[in-house]
């Protein structure tokens, strides 16, 4: 089942690549190296999980395919611009993102710096204009989770609790607990996005959240595993970077094994949090399978 997922990633890259070609029409300025630098970073390469799990839950509701393109290329500018920051000098120091040289490294840290602001505020301008939905209260929901998932409770939070992990002493609990807020938070806004644009009501989105909050996990399991076991060609970024830093991992903490046995116990139970929907949510499941099996 997980074969009908690359498939499903080419499909959603291409959209969301041409969405990014519309929005980052390079003016005749001196803006113009600050939108090379941003086509740089969003156009091509990624995986692009999070799109891919926006209009997969959203398709569960019948939303408009343009309408759900737009939400995935809104949370893809929040992650965008979160690798950008992440991979200056500042921060993690990476010279490889996506398979070619982080931005900072292809332009400089001040271009890299306004790439990764304008991808943030681009990300709640998509949000905010009607061709998103046509109910207001629907865009402000969206807005509001959004702002939510990238910022000191979730992502950016997250973030700060891996700046400190190089100096302090993470157990299990902490390190579960970063990366619900620097990964899991985004992947959680997916799945929420989808509900949101199908007008589900909160207590209807139970299942779904359960599903978000176990692939999260799943899927930083696996990275982890890819930093300790894969070939930074195939990942198209360094690997062993956590060790080298003395970072405590899923992997570190666990061991690799019992790391993998986890991941396969967490994408079990997502795909259990789905038992309420029938074969329109396949996709989902095997998103949920894709997640531990990847190379990259």
């Given amino acids: 089942m997980t074969m009908i997922v690359p498939a499903e990633i080419q499909r959603v890259s291409a959209e969301i690549d041409a969405f990014f070609d519309r929005l980052l029409t390079v003016p005749d300025d001196g803006r113009a190296r600050l939108y090379d630098a941003m086509r740089h970073a969003a156009i091509g390469g990624g995986k692009r999980l999070r799109p891919l799990l926006v209009t997969a839950t959203c398709a569960l509701f019948n ?90 409770a979730g992502m950016a939070g997250g973030q700060m609790m891996d700046l400190v992990a190089e100096t302090a002493a993470y157990d299990l609990t902490a390190v579960t607990r970063l990366q619900q ?67 405590a991992t899923f992997v570190s903490l666990m061991g690799a094994d019992r790391a993998r046995a986890q991941a396969e116990m967490l994408v079990d139970q997502a795909i259990r949090h789905l038992h309420a929907f029938g074969s329109e949510a396949d996709l989902l499941r095997a998103i949920a399978r894709f997640v531990v099996e990847r190379d990259r």
């Avoid at 992650?79 to 332009?107: E, N, Q």
């Avoid at 807020?181 to 009501?201: H, N, P, S, Y």
């Avoid at 139970?206 to 176990?214: K, P």
């Fill in 181 to 247: 807020l620097k990964t899991g938070a985004l992947i959680g806004f997916c799945l929420e996005a989808g509900a949101i644009m199908g007008r589900v009501q909160p207590d209807g989105r139970t299942g779904l959240r359960g599903y978000a909050h176990d692939i999260g996990l799943a899927f930083q399991i696996a990275d982890d595993l890819l930093d300790t076991e894969g070939d930074a060609q195939a990942v198209g970024k360094a690997v062993g970077k956590d060790a080298a830093a003395g970072k």
């Fill in 63 to 152: 939303v408009d395919r343009a309408r759900a393109i737009r939400v995935g290329a809104a949370v893809e500018c929040i992650h965008v611009y979160s690798l950008i920051h992440d991979d200056m000098p500042c921060m993690d120091d990476d010279d490889l993102r996506r398979g070619k040289p982080t931005v900072h490294k292809a332009f400089d840290e001040a271009t890299a710096v306004l790439a990764g602001d304008s991808l943030h505020a681009l990300a709640f301008e998509v949000l905010a204009q009607p061709d998103t939905h046509p109910d207001p209260y629907v865009r402000v929901e969206l807005i509001a989770e959004l702002g939510r998932a990238s910022g000191p």
